[in-house]
């Protein structure tokens, strides 16, 4: 009796422990394909967002380049969405309030703000990114380079606009 006591209470944790791993598979398999899907279903949407959050905030992206990265061990990408802005602090402070909180799953990786010589307002370099599910027809994708928003100009993937 005290061995099938034993044996029923650790397969009770058994059961516990794999309806755990269920779950978990479960709403990893959700964020990939919810929150982090593909190139092809979120790009263009995520681009006019982060326009339009400049946009309400009262800036205007000048050239925005898309310098992307691939994190292999997860099967994910790493798009980056590297610009500057001009503004006040006020509509800086709300573009950045705005980014964070977006449902996008967007990440402010680097921001720099420059004080402008001709006036009140400032400028600010962002480097946002979002991450993607990698897509079988995915083409293997460029590295970001360590520079930040300066240096990420020169070596994109996907051009600017």
């Keep these: 009796r005290q061995t099938i006591r034993k044996l029923s209470g650790d397969r009770k944790q058994m059961e516990t422990m794999i309806a755990r791993v269920q779950t978990n598979e479960t709403q990893v398999e959700q964020l990939y394909t919810d929150r982090l899907s593909t190139r092809s279903q979120r790009l263009t949407r995520i681009t006019a967002e982060v326009k339009e959050l400049a946009r309400q905030a009262g800036l205007v992206p000048k050239a925005i380049t898309y310098p992307e990265e691939e994190i292999q061990e997860y099967n994910l990408i790493r798009r980056s969405f590297v610009f500057s802005v001009e503004g006040t602090y006020a509509s800086l402070r709300k573009f950045v309030s705005l980014l964070e909180g977006s449902r996008s799953f967007l990440t402010?990786?680097?921001?720099?703000?420059?004080?402008?010589?001709?006036?009140?307002?400032?400028?600010?370099?962002?480097?946002?990114?979002?991450?993607f599910a990698r897509d079988a027809q995915d083409e293997p994708a460029l590295p970001v380079p360590p520079t930040g928003p300066a240096g990420a100009a020169a070596a994109t993937k996907g051009g600017a606009s």
């Design 108 to 131: 402010i990786d680097e921001a720099t703000v420059a004080n402008n010589a001709e006036g009140p307002e400032l400028r600010i370099d962002l480097a946002i990114s979002t991450l």
